[in-house]
């Protein structure tokens, strides 16, 4: 169970280096301005920062994300709940989650959303079963200085 | 006042979830590599006939597909523990799930 560096063939300095990119797959559950909560079926360390795929409203949205807290949702099997905060590290575009947020808070409801404040309107293609409410769940405080 | 460490903004529940993914890099360290088989030690376990991707930095950024075989936690120099993950290098163009970093 120990490490074999001096195995190593064929790699060398540089060659030694490389980046393990894997696709983890998560649901969005929940939405806030800086962050967002999803679930996943793998544990995600908490500081570990990944790209985050969505499809809101039609269009695939992208954004940065870094996990601030990740727990076991218990009675659900192999389960975590993940809180993760919202990177501003590429311009708000149509394209990230961000504006997709943004616009759905600001009232600019996409199919499927409503706002927080008690009056649902509903836009044509949305069903009451699909509108979003203000989530009164209580979730542990985050464990970065940045909650989501 | 504002609390550090606190939500700062208001939250709210998607009554239909969202599928998604989220793609996350690990930084590894090549053990061998050869054309039928690249072993790495990673800092995470890998699942078994999971796909990934590997970034090789040697020549340029060279990106191969992947399969995991094997995923074994090892003691490394440094006394950390490190995940011994083999990879079996995709033959076809088969690409993993998800989008790519421009998202898509």
Redesign the interface.
């Given at each position: 169970m120990t490490a074999r560096p001096h195995e190593t063939r064929q790699t060398d300095g540089l060659d030694q280096v490389a980046t393990l990119v894997r696709s983890v797959p998560v649901r969005l559950v929940e939405v806030s301005r800086g962050g967002c909560r999803l679930e996943c079926p793998v544990r995600l360390e908490s500081g570990t920062a990944g790209l985050l795929a969505v499809e809101l409203a039609g269009v695939l949205r992208v954004d940065d994300i870094r996990v601030a807290r990740c727990q076991p949702r218990v009675g659900a099997g192999p389960v975590f709940q993940v809180g993760a905060e919202l990177l501003k590290t590429r311009r708000l575009g149509r394209r990230t989650i961000r504006l997709a947020v943004s616009r759905i808070i600001n009232g600019e409801r996409a199919p499927g959303y409503a706002s927080n404040d008690g009056e649902v309107a509903y836009t044509a293609e949305t069903t009451p079963a699909a509108v979003i409410r203000m989530s009164d769940g209580r979730a542990p405080p985050p464990t970065s200085d940045r909650g989501s | 006042m504002s609390l550090?460490?606190?939500?700062?903004?208001?939250?709210?529940?998607?009554?239909?979830?969202?599928?998604?993914?989220?793609?996350?890099?690990?930084?590894?360290?090549?053990?061998?590599?050869?054309e039928r088989e690249i072993v790495?030690?990673?800092p995470?376990a890998?699942?078994p006939d999971?796909?990934?991707?590997?970034?090789?930095?040697?020549s340029g950024r060279h990106r191969v597909s992947a399969k995991v075989v094997e995923s074994?936690?090892?003691?490394?120099?440094d006394g950390a523990i490190?995940h011994?993950?083999r990879l079996v290098p995709s033959t076809t163009d088969a690409e993993?799930?998800?989008?790519t970093?421009?998202?898509?």
């Open positions: - | 550090l460490g606190r939500r700062k903004h208001s939250r709210y529940l998607l009554a239909q979830p969202v599928e998604g993914n989220v793609r996350v890099r690990d930084e590894v360290t090549i053990e061998s590599r050869d790495v030690l990673a995470v890998c699942r999971e796909w990934v991707a590997l970034e090789i930095l040697a074994r936690p090892v003691v490394a120099e490190r011994r993950v993993m799930p998800g989008v970093e421009d998202g898509r």
